[in-house]
């Protein structure tokens, strides 16, 4: 069967035209298409896509069609660019329609993989009708890096989104609408990424230029500005990150109402900001009123649900046990004031971590300093197995490590 199935792949990828009984004919169980990927993958990148396709027939049927009717298109125009340029020019903008159809599609069943691979063919096919560094290819780009980030490849958004940037700053100048836009993405990669630093310059950058062309109380800007208080959240800029928040939270409500997901979106980053703060019933309070929305919205699986849950379950955390905020902060003073209270030093906490465990992980070398002191254990690892040790070293904390090596 696997041999079968992969002939019929590399028979429709010598430019061969397809059509829907071929791949009706295809075995559609999840394990044979499993059993053949590797083969197909190697020999036919573009019989890899439409095979992608017809595994999900069932569920969205006339997508192959559709699909199929794009590959040939293209594989049409592509004969037809010495004889008939015009010609040739007119389909390809065809397809581009048909892949803009199909990545809506896609997106809207949640298949961010097909639609990745549908942007990607369309970029293809936009820098053989265009020319590499067309503002149109640059367009795509960007969509193209915003399925890399649903998809998880994080790094890839980067480099086709730097790309995209670099393109719309030579066409339109530094200060365009298109160079915002893409800044602001590939300042979310950035930060998905671990360099906080990095997305905070990228947003700082388009949010000028987004109240100079939306103004200031536009949703775009509040966008801008969730992402923006999270990122100097993350770096320690608690008061900034707060007056970033609060403003974005007031433009969602003010638009959306007080039950939007963007609302969630900046009651979450409020939530960990209070916490990062020491004010942790504030916290809860605000991720209590986030988590209600992304239920009500997304089901209790979503991503988002699920980060604000954790979010919350944190903040529990930091409420039940104060050593754990107290280290988390590097809050040297409330440590010692509750360690000399008979607070435990080598409690375990979420996911069997110690207070030495999360004053390492956020870089606090004088908590770490004072709960070694203490007496904790150096060697008392989480559930997942990992050690303060390993966890600075995760996380770059050079001093802490130092600290726990001598």
């Given at each position: 069967m696997r041999a079968h199935l992969v002939r019929r792949l590399v028979h429709a990828r010598r430019g061969q035209h397809l059509n829907r009984s071929a791949l009706a004919a295809m075995p559609s169980s999840a394990s044979a298409w499993h059993v053949a990927t590797p083969w197909v993958n190697a020999r036919a990148p573009l019989a890899t896509n439409l095979a992608a396709a017809a595994s999900c027939r069932r569920a969205f049927s006339t997508d192959i069609d559709a699909r199929i009717a794009a590959e040939n298109k293209s594989l049409q125009a592509r004969d037809m660019e010495k004889s008939d340029p015009d010609g040739a020019m007119a389909l390809y903008r065809e397809v581009l329609k048909d892949y803009a159809k199909l990545r809506d599609a896609y997106v809207g069943l949640g298949d961010y993989a097909n639609a990745r691979d549908v942007l990607e063919r369309a970029v293809a096919i936009e820098e053989r009708a265009y020319g590499r560094d067309h503002p149109t290819v640059a367009l795509t780009l960007t969509t193209l890096g915003c399925a890399y980030v649903d998809s998880g490849d994080h790094a890839k958004a980067r480099e086709v989104m730097v790309r995209a940037l670099a393109i719309f700053e030579r066409e339109f100048g530094r200060d365009s609408t298109f160079v915002a836009t893409t800044l602001t993405n590939l300042g979310i990669a950035y930060g998905y990424l671990g360099d906080q630093a990095k997305k905070r310059d990228?947003?700082?950058?388009?949010?000028?230029?987004?109240?100079?062309?939306?103004?200031?109380?536009?949703?775009?800007?509040?966008?801008?500005?969730?992402?923006?208080?999270?990122?100097?959240?993350?770096?320690?800029?608690?008061?900034?990150?707060?007056?970033?928040?609060?403003?974005?939270?007031?433009?969602?409500?003010?638009?959306?109402?007080?039950?939007?997901?963007?609302?969630?979106?900046?009651?979450?980053?409020?939530?960990?900001?209070?916490?990062?703060?020491?004010?942790?019933?504030?916290?809860?309070?605000?991720?209590?009123?986030?988590?209600?929305?992304?239920?009500?919205?997304?089901?209790?699986?979503?991503?988002?649900?699920?980060?604000?849950?954790?979010?919350?379950?944190?903040?529990?955390?930091?409420?039940?046990?104060?050593?754990?905020?107290?280290?988390?902060?590097?809050?040297?003073?409330?440590?010692?004031?509750?360690?000399?209270?008979?607070?435990?030093?080598?409690?375990?906490?979420?996911?069997?971590?110690?207070?030495?465990?999360?004053?390492?992980?956020?870089?606090?070398?004088?908590?770490?300093?004072?709960?070694?002191?203490?007496?904790?254990?150096?060697?008392?690892?989480?559930?997942?197995?990992?050690?303060?040790?390993?966890?600075?070293?995760?996380?770059?904390?050079?001093?802490?490590a130092r600290l726990l090596l001598e």
């Open positions: 990228m947003l700082e950058r388009a949010l000028p230029i987004q109240e100079r062309e939306y103004g200031r109380d536009s949703t775009q800007v509040a966008t801008t500005l969730t992402n923006l208080g999270n990122a100097h959240s993350q770096l320690g800029d608690h008061a900034k990150a707060q007056h970033m928040l609060e403003r974005a939270l007031a433009i969602f409500e003010r638009e959306y109402g007080r039950n939007h997901t963007n609302v969630a979106r900046a009651l979450n980053g409020l939530g960990c900001m209070y916490g990062a703060l020491g004010d942790h019933a504030k916290a809860r309070e605000v991720l209590v009123r986030a988590l209600a929305i992304d239920e009500q919205a997304h089901g209790p699986d979503h991503p988002s649900t699920k980060q604000t849950k954790e979010n919350l379950a944190n903040v529990q955390a930091d409420l039940e046990f104060p050593l754990r905020a107290a280290a988390k902060r590097g809050d040297v003073d409330a440590m010692t004031q509750l360690l000399d209270e008979g607070a435990k030093v080598n409690v375990t906490i979420q996911n069997g971590q110690t207070p030495l465990y999360i004053a390492c992980e956020q870089g606090q070398i004088d908590a770490a300093r004072l709960l070694l002191d203490k007496g904790a254990e150096i060697d008392r690892a989480n559930e997942q197995g990992a050690t303060p040790l390993l966890v600075t070293c995760a996380y770059g904390h050079v001093d802490a």
